[in-house]
């Protein structure tokens, strides 16, 4: 039952990453009937990961498919980037304060 859950959540979570839908396009998007996508909703919800507004449910959180790959390769190589910066810049003191 889990691994149905998580599936299902999965599939709402994707289909609004491209914006807010009515609860009959969330539907058709992610394949499923309205009142069991209602309880998925409200389970989300109370995760704080959609919220509805005027008829309109939208992702609360971040979401990243395949597209963002690019992006998020970017991003963790500006972190490294940013680490290794920060470790060159303080290297002496941390060498020097280090007990070992």
């Keep these: 039952m889990e691994g149905l859950v998580r599936r299902q959540a999965t599939r709402v ?18 394949g499923v009937e309205q009142q069991p996508l209602k309880d998925m909703l409200a389970f989300l919800a109370s995760l704080d990961y959609v919220a509805e507004s005027g008829g309109l449910y ?5 979401v990243l498919d395949e ?34």
């Design 58 to 62: 939208e992702a609360r959180i971040t």
């Design 13 to 30: 979570m994707l289909a609004l990453r491209d914006g807010p839908k009515d609860l009959a396009g969330l539907a058709a998007a992610v």
């Design 67 to 100: 597209r963002d790959r690019g992006m998020v390769r970017q991003l963790r190589q500006l972190g490294r980037q940013a680490i290794e910066r920060w470790a060159d810049d303080r290297y002496a003191a941390l060498a020097r304060n280090s007990t070992c």
